[in-house]
T-cell receptor
């Protein structure tokens, strides 16, 4: 069975700081990789996804993530965070069976 | 466009009472449907998923059950609630064709139901 590990439970940054949230997964086969985000008071929603091809994927609001197969990692990055990026971020892995396994989530607080 | 509805949004129930949370999807056919539980600091735990009417797979043995009486309806139930059933329950759907790279594994979530068992 697959598992997902997110390294940071709570990250606090000032506006304009750079962000990198770590995500590692364990699964020996082909995977689809996702980052979901839950803004305060809103639904959990897709931020970006990787299925195949270019390992550097871009999502909404200036976020990007890089798939490094040899490291089983899919880290989320943003060069300059904004106060509106305050949210909880979840990394997820899905196999062809269709079930997604989520990490424990990282709460990002951006100070204005 | 597709929409997902989940209700009730908030529920307070005594221990030993029954539970029924409902989820419906509009604008798509043959979706895969999921129930997740989200605990603070613990991420999302998959409870049940369904690939079709009457087809339910349970991921974690527990006090809950799920049913899919119609193509786009998914129900989470319990006959007798426990204190440990308290939590935030999320319904989600994904396109029904499981094919690598097709987007089939992208989940769309409902607003969630917060259950407090007293």
């Amino acid at each position: 069975a697959q598992s997902v590990s997110q390294h940071n439970h709570h990250v606090i940054l000032s506006e304009a700081a750079s962000l990198e949230l770590g995500c590692n997964y364990s699964y020996g086969g082909t995977v689809n990789l996702f980052w979901y985000v839950q803004y305060p008071g809103q639904h959990l929603q897709l931020l970006l996804k990787y299925f195949s091809g270019d390992p550097l994927v871009k999502g909404i609001k200036g976020f990007e993530a890089e798939f490094i197969k040899s490291k089983f990692s899919f880290n989320l990055r943003k060069p300059s965070v904004q106060w509106s990026d305050t949210a909880e971020y979840f990394c997820a892995v899905s196999t062809n069976a269709g079930k997604s396994t989520f990490g424990d989530g990282t709460t990002l607080t951006v100070k204005p | 466009s597709q929409t997902i509805h989940q209700w009730p949004a908030t529920l307070v129930q005594p221990v030993g009472s029954p539970l029924s949370l409902e989820c419906t999807v509009e604008g798509t056919s043959n979706p895969n449907l999921y129930w997740y539980r989200q605990a603070a600091g613990r991420g999302l735990q998959l409870l049940f998923y369904s690939v079709g009417i009457g087809q339910i797979s349970s991921e974690v043995p527990q006090n809950l059950s799920a049913s899919r009486p119609q193509d786009r309806q998914f129900i989470l139930s319990s006959k007798k609630l426990l204190l440990s059933d308290s939590g935030f329950y999320l319904c989600a759907w994904s396109p029904g064709i499981l094919r690598q790279g097709s987007g089939a594994n992208v989940l769309t979530f409902g607003a969630g139901s917060r259950l407090t068992v007293l």
